[in-house]
């Protein structure tokens, strides 16, 4: 069963405004983490950012913030004052500690074409 | 500085031959995984292992063996056995579960297997 799914194969944003990503989660288990990388065409997978599933505060980190709504299942990456550098494919991903295993899983990405 | 090494970058063989992928971290990680990526689909769970001479199967394990006889390596053996092996590898590593759960996964820059 799908855990992860992201609905935006592609997004476009003007340089220096702000754009949502989506993410949506499956699990039954009431401790998770949700994480968002980021990974240009070199390749690489770069984490950005986390949440617990516990955590009462959306997290941020610099120009990130994940929009966390825990009864929706949703945890959205916000980017704000968008750069040229952003362009990239951009992972959901949730850590699952519910079954015997310490397993991560992802999603499909969302490429983000920042446009100057 | 503490990382991941994934070598070689680029790998080329021919069909029917089996073909070694390395993956050494210095992290002092237990866990350690293995990612196929190909375009559109993700990132896929092939292996992972949380102790020393341990290792579960994932998502897309058919094909593959791995081994873990050191905590800093889990190579991955690409066997003939796999029908469609050229795509984008990646290895990653983590903290265990317990300890913390915010504890992301750390990647290595891959290794991009061709097959033909």
């Known amino acids: 069963a799908q855990k992860i799914t992201q609905t935006q194969p592609g997004m476009f944003v003007q340089e220096k405004e702000a754009v949502t990503l989506d993410c949506t989660y499956d699990t039954s288990d009431p401790s998770y983490g949700l994480f968002w990388y980021k990974q240009p065409s070199s390749g690489e997978m770069i984490f950005l950012i986390y949440?617990?599933?516990?955590?009462?505060q959306n997290a941020t980190e610099g120009r990130y913030s994940l929009n966390f709504q825990k009864a929706r299942k949703s945890a959205n990456l916000v980017i704000s004052a968008s750069q040229l550098g952003d362009s990239a494919m951009y992972f959901c991903a949730m850590r699952d500690t519910s079954n015997t295993g310490n397993q991560f899983y992802f999603g499909t990405g969302t490429s983000l074409t920042v446009i100057p | 500085d503490g990382g991941i090494t994934q070598s070689p970058k680029y790998l080329f063989r021919k069909e029917g031959q089996n073909v070694t992928l390395s993956c050494e971290q210095n992290?002092?990680?237990?866990?350690m995984y293995w990612y196929r990526q190909d375009p559109g689909q993700g990132l896929r769970l092939i292996y992972y292992?949380?102790?020393?001479?341990?290792?579960q199967k994932g998502d897309i394990a058919e094909g593959y063996s791995v081994s873990r006889e050191k905590k800093e390596s889990f190579p991955l053996t690409v066997t003939s056995a796999q029908k469609n092996p050229t795509a984008f590898y990646l290895c990653a590593s983590s903290m265990h579960r317990a300890n913390p759960d915010n504890s992301p996964l750390h990647f290595g820059n891959g290794t991009r297997l061709t097959v033909t």
């Open positions: 949440q617990g599933s516990y955590d009462q």
């Open positions: 292992s949380q102790i020393v001479n341990d290792f």
């Open positions: 992290l002092n990680h237990d866990a």
